[in-house]
């Protein structure tokens, strides 16, 4: 696959990823955080769907492969620094966390401890057949 030319413009870390955050496209939550390699962002482009980097498989993945919570892209932002993405995205199923919830953000630091403030939507052994991690 050759690169193009706007793959330059993004400031790779010394593993050649770059973090990438998932926001939904209409209501502007944070759904989550990932990280791109240049393969990931240009198929992300490619396909209309967010697709990331694994670091813990050392392999990419589609968002949704497994759970069916796909996320379609509408649009890819770079940070003024260029070592940001920030990806607009319409979250099928409404459900972004591996946990079940519908943003990775659910534990708000309160009283000295973290505190969850959304529910489980539906549970990780619906979504996977086995519990979450």
Request: glycine content about 8%.
């Amino acid at each position: 696959m050759m690169n193009p030319a706007w793959l330059d413009a993004v400031c790779w870390n010394e593993d050649g990823l770059v973090p990438a955050i998932a926001q939904d496209a209409v209501t502007g939550r944070v759904l989550m955080m990932a990280w791109m390699n240049p393969e990931a962002l240009e198929l992300s482009v490619q396909e209309k769907r967010a697709v990331y980097w694994s670091r813990s498989r050392q392999s990419l993945w589609r968002k949704g492969e497994s759970s069916g919570h796909v996320q379609q892209l509408e649009d890819i932002q770079l940070d003024c620094d260029g070592d940001t993405l920030l990806l607009k995205v319409k979250q099928l199923g409404g459900i972004a966390c591996h946990t079940g919830r519908e943003s990775c953000f659910y534990r708000s630091l309160s009283e000295g401890g973290w505190h969850q403030t959304e529910p489980v939507l539906q549970s990780p052994e619906q979504i996977y057949g086995k519990p979450s991690q």
